[in-house]
Nanobody
């Protein structure tokens, strides 16, 4: 199983980025999927979650209204659209997959390597 995250980069505050996480070895249509992030010197934190059906989503309060998680079952890929980015969004972003809701507390069977997002002020 591999989760390959991409799409990170350097962006100015107020800008947008879309992260992608392409899965191989598992089918995103039957997995719970989430994005987490870890800023320098801080612990990893939950960002967003999407259910296997794609109907349910959950967001951290800090990103609610600015970030959108989605997935494309045909491409076996999960996305994180990030708008109105702030310097405090700077972090390495990781995608994760699991069949259990423990993923919401950061306990997942599968993790991507991460992609760096840097937001300048």
């Amino acid at each position: 199983v591999q989760l390959q995250a991409s799409g990170g980069g350097l962006v100015q505050a107020g800008g947008s980025l879309r992260l992608s996480c392409a899965a191989s070895g598992l089918t995103v249509s039957v997995y719970l999927l989430a994005w987490f992030r870890q800023a320098p010197g801080k612990e990893r934190e939950f960002v967003a979650y999407i259910s296997a059906s794609g109907v349910s989503t959950i967001y951290a309060d800090s990103v609610k209204g600015r970030f959108t998680i989605s997935k494309d079952n045909a491409k076996n890929t999960v996305y994180l659209q990030m708008n109105n980015l702030k310097p405090e969004d700077t972090a390495v972003y990781y995608c994760a997959a699991d069949v259990y809701s423990r993923i919401l507390i950061g306990n997942a069977d599968y993790w991507g390597r991460g992609t760096l997002v840097t937001v300048s002020s």
